[in-house]
């Protein structure tokens, strides 16, 4: 049995463990939003996401060695670069939409970053979309129609900012998937964190409002269990194929509503839970789908968080 057939053998012969991280990885996210919506809106979105870069970046000390030894190709600085203009953009937005309406829409429209990808593919990757993939994309828009329900209710700047911070994250994914074959893991991840947090910097210097050490506490923890959630979603990934994980990132939107009433009385909006459910059943056919393929093209919901 050769190497990469092992690790698929052993990837789907503990769907428990991937089942269980990934529901991990869903708690640590949601974490990340609670504490956002905490945080308010008195430090500018721009300042907030670029301190929860920066904090975060204690986290890549272990790496300064190599990434100083690093030597790359002009033409993978180049997508480096604008992998993190399109992150800094999406950062940026899904600050200021959290901050502005309730956790269970920000945990909801995120889920659309995915569809957003299976798109780009198609059309900057020359990725085959068969009828199947068209259909499920359609059914997933429909469910952002559910959520948004335009004419029936107001349809405000965060939710406007909400749609555009996933469309940046799916571009986001794309460039990272084109440089995935350049790079190791780890160089993509640390060279986001450090673009990200030098694209942030002049924006935040912009609208600068000195925190206090309480909401630096706060953007700390973000920072930290941001990347605990990468990490565990890591190790779901390599328990269990995507098909199997990918369903299991509905409970986000679950735990997100429940959050949402119960501590910061936003009450629970049927119509956002029955669009996010119609989007994760797309998402997941579509996994499911390139499973069936054996291609990866179509991240899962937590591959495109901040």
């Not at 990934?22 to 809106?41: D, E, H, R, S």
């Not at 409970?251 to 994760?280: P, Y």
Request: aromatic share 10%; proline share 5%.
């Amino acid at each position: 049995m050769s190497a990469q057939e092992a690790s698929r053998a052993e990837s789907t012969a503990r769907p428990g463990w991937g089942i269980f991280w990934m529901v991990v990885t869903g708690i640590l996210f949601v974490g990340v939003t609670a504490l956002v919506k905490v945080l308010g809106t008195r430090v500018p979105a721009p300042q907030a996401a670029f301190l929860r870069y920066a904090m975060g970046l204690v986290f890549l000390l272990p790496m300064l060695g190599s990434l100083w030894r690093l030597r790359l190709a002009r033409g993978t600085w180049g997508f480096f670069a604008a992998r993190g203009v399109v992150h800094t953009v999406g950062v940026a937005l899904w600050f200021y939409a959290m901050a502005r309406i309730p956790i269970a829409d920000v945990t909801a429209m995120n889920y659309l970053a995915p569809i957003y990808v299976t798109l780009g593919a198609g059309l900057f990757l020359g990725e085959r979309l068969a009828l199947r993939r068209v259909l499920a994309v359609g059914v997933a828009l429909i469910g952002a129609l559910i959520i948004l329900r335009p004419g029936f209710r107001e349809v405000g700047p965060g939710h406007l900012a909400m749609i555009f911070a996933a469309i940046f994250f799916g571009a986001s994914y794309l460039i990272a998937k084109v440089v995935s074959g350049r790079s190791s893991p780890g160089v993509v991840v640390a060279m986001l964190s450090i673009t990200v947090t030098l694209g942030l910097a002049p924006l935040a210097a912009a609208v600068w409002v000195t925190p206090t050490p309480w909401e630096l506490a706060i953007l700390f923890a973000v920072a930290t269990l941001a990347t605990a959630g990468h990490y565990t979603m890591t190790l779901a990934f390599r328990a269990a194929p995507l098909a199997v994980t990918q369903p299991v990132t509905f409970l986000q939107l679950v735990w997100a509503v429940l959050l949402g009433a119960l501590v910061f009385g936003e009450g629970v909006d049927v119509f956002v839970v029955l669009g996010g459910m119609v989007i994760v059943g797309a998402v997941s056919f579509i996994s499911w789908r390139e499973a069936v393929l054996k291609r990866r093209i179509t991240p899962t919901v937590s591959a495109t968080k901040v």
